[in-house]
């Protein structure tokens, strides 16, 4: 795939989308390979962990590409936002967890992107926002109903309406994102010594591809926090997450009871119970 690289760790694979010079906007081809990928990850039981994120260090993803846009139609734009919101979709409803690796801007697409991930790990020099209203259009790929049932009606609102940035920080005072990566001042000054400090462009470059690295170890470091989990149980608790957030209170619970029950008839579910049981009838 020409912009989309998958790359495997163990049972964790790593997506970035490989459009940096358009800082990773989606153009039609872009969200073809997405779902493709998508299709990949989903199949290989192998892979228990997915992390997001885009090439370079810039950019998470841009969103829609602008260029594209200016000059079609009501029935081409129709087209366009129905392709990403079924990519977006069907990330969404992956069964394993997926966490956004957010690394630099995430505007629109990007953020819209970003909210149908399970966990958001964001660098400390990320803008993320939903600017459509400032080149003529509402959000087109889940904007307006995914950004409220995260960070409520009023902050969505107030981020759509004005189509302003807010740093990591905003965002993750308003649990837009889980925790901000950011570089120590000893890590800020244990820089390359072939880097030249007094030039400020070469030492910026240096610092955000540290920041970079930090942000993808981060990620890899917490899903493996989850693959020491049962994979079963996880991804039952990740789809009685979502179902629960448009269900009524006493829906939610049934569905829980179910989801929990269901477990009992895995084989992991056993091993790991007499697995706990022995070490602490051993202590």
């Known amino acids: 795939m020409k912009y989309v690289q998958i790359d495997l760790s163990n049972d964790i694979a790593i997506l970035r ?11 039609l081809d872009v969200i073809a390979e997405l779902t493709r990928a998508i299709d990949i990850i989903s199949a290989d039981d192998g892979i228990k962990v997915l992390i997001i994120t885009g090439a370079g260090e810039r950019s998470f993803c841009a969103g829609a590409d602008i260029s594209f846009m200016v000059n079609i139609d009501a029935v081409t734009a129709e087209k366009y936002a129905s392709s990403a919101q079924n990519m977006l979709n069907k990330l969404e409803k992956m069964e394993k967890p997926v966490i956004a690796a957010i690394n630099g801007f995430a505007l629109g697409g990007g953020c819209e992107l970003s909210l149908v991930c399970d966990i958001r790990f964001a660098s400390e ?4 926002g939903q600017p459509e209203v400032t080149i003529g259009i509402p959000p087109g790929w889940g904007g307006t109903q995914r950004l409220l049932r995260i960070v409520g009606p009023a902050k969505a609102k107030e981020m759509i309406f004005t189509g302003k940035m807010i740093s ?4 993750a005072d308003i649990g837009l994102v889980n925790q901000v990566i950011s570089l120590s001042d000893s890590e800020k000054s244990n820089l390359d010594p072939s880097v030249d400090q007094s030039n400020e462009k070469e030492k910026n470059i240096a610092l955000s591809k540290m920041l970079n690295k930090k942000l993808i170890e981060h990620s890899i470091s917490f899903a493996k926090e989850i693959t020491k989990n049962s994979f079963n149980a996880v991804r039952i608790s990740k789809m009685l997450i979502n ?26 579910r056993h091993a790991m119970m007499s697995s706990f049981l022995n070490k602490s009838n051993k202590k």
């Open 17 to 27: 989308i490989n459009r940096p010079e358009a800082l990773n906007a989606m153009n």
């Open 168 to 171: 990591s920080t905003e965002a």
């Open 125 to 128: 020099n990320a803008k993320i």
């Open 243 to 268: 179902k629960g957030m448009d269900a009524d209170i006493d829906t939610g619970l049934r569905l829980e009871i179910y989801g929990w029950a269901l477990c009992f008839a895995h084989e992991d």
